[in-house]
């Protein structure tokens, strides 16, 4: 999921340590000035480690990964970046330009479902698409060190962590833990008109996406029009994302 196999912990030691190898130890250098300085930190962490992407803007990254849906759903899968050719290009580095925090559903693949291939999509997944400590951190990496300029919390129909948050019954081991993160969205929705699955699974979304953008890193981001955070619904029957408003 990271660049070159590195662990994914976001200590601030293995941090600079992956960063240098992702942004150069130029700009890792003035990150570490930033680190050094009274801290306004995250203003001045992401304008020292943010990769140039001045060629692509939060909403065009957005169209790019819709347009991907668009083909998926209508057949025309171009299947970029899929063959052994492009490891050469992603092997030292990765620039992905959309990040997603899906469901770990075996029915919901961001690359096949956004028609993308291999060093496009930044992806964490679990069941729910709940944003936890360590998936919040990791999309923190994606958007702040790797530049993914959109990012996606994709729910989708019948999803079976939700069903089991609905439905009240005590589950085995720590699939309980789950049921406790979504149990607020199915709250949330009680009162709503339709159907009481899929409005919980909507809810949830919209609550994680709240929650990501309540990381000061990501927040930042967002304010300074460097990343955009985008509720999706993905339909099962379809295979079509819709952005929930
Ligand atoms: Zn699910």
């Not at 962590?161 to 979504?182: C, H, M, N, R, T």
């Amino acid at each position: 999921m990271v660049a070159q196999g590195a662990p994914l912990s976001l200590s601030r030691r293995s941090l600079l340590a992956t960063s240098a190898r992702v942004v150069g130890v130029g700009t890792l250098a003035s990150w570490l000035g930033c680190l050094a300085a009274p801290m306004d930190g995250a203003a001045a962490i992401a304008a020292a480690l943010t990769p140039d992407r001045a060629d692509l803007t939060p909403s065009q990254a957005l169209e790019k990964l819709l347009d991907g849906n668009q083909r998926f759903v209508h057949r025309q899968r171009q299947n970029p970046h899929q063959d052994l050719s492009r490891l050469s290009q992603v092997a030292q580095t990765q620039t992905p330009f959309a990040a997603i925090l899906s469901c770990a559903d075996s029915r919901v693949i961001p690359e096949i479902i956004f028609d993308q291939g291999i060093g496009d999509l930044f992806v964490v997944r679990g069941a729910g698409n709940l944003a936890t400590r360590q998936g919040i951190a990791s999309q923190e990496f994606g958007t702040l060190v790797l530049g993914a300029r959109v990012l996606m919390v994709l729910g989708h129909s019948r999803c079976g962590a939700v069903k089991a948050a609905l439905s009240g019954v005590a589950l085995p081991g720590q699939i309980d833990s789950l049921v406790e993160a979504i149990k607020p969205a199915v709250d949330d929705s009680a009162n709503q008109t339709g159907d009481r699955l899929d409005n919980a699974i909507k809810m949830n979304v919209q609550r994680q996406v709240k929650k990501l953008a309540m990381s000061p890193v990501l927040g930042r981001l967002v304010e300074q029009g460097q990343l955009q955070l985008v509720a999706g619904y993905y339909n099962l029957d379809t295979g079509k994302v819709s952005v929930l408003g």
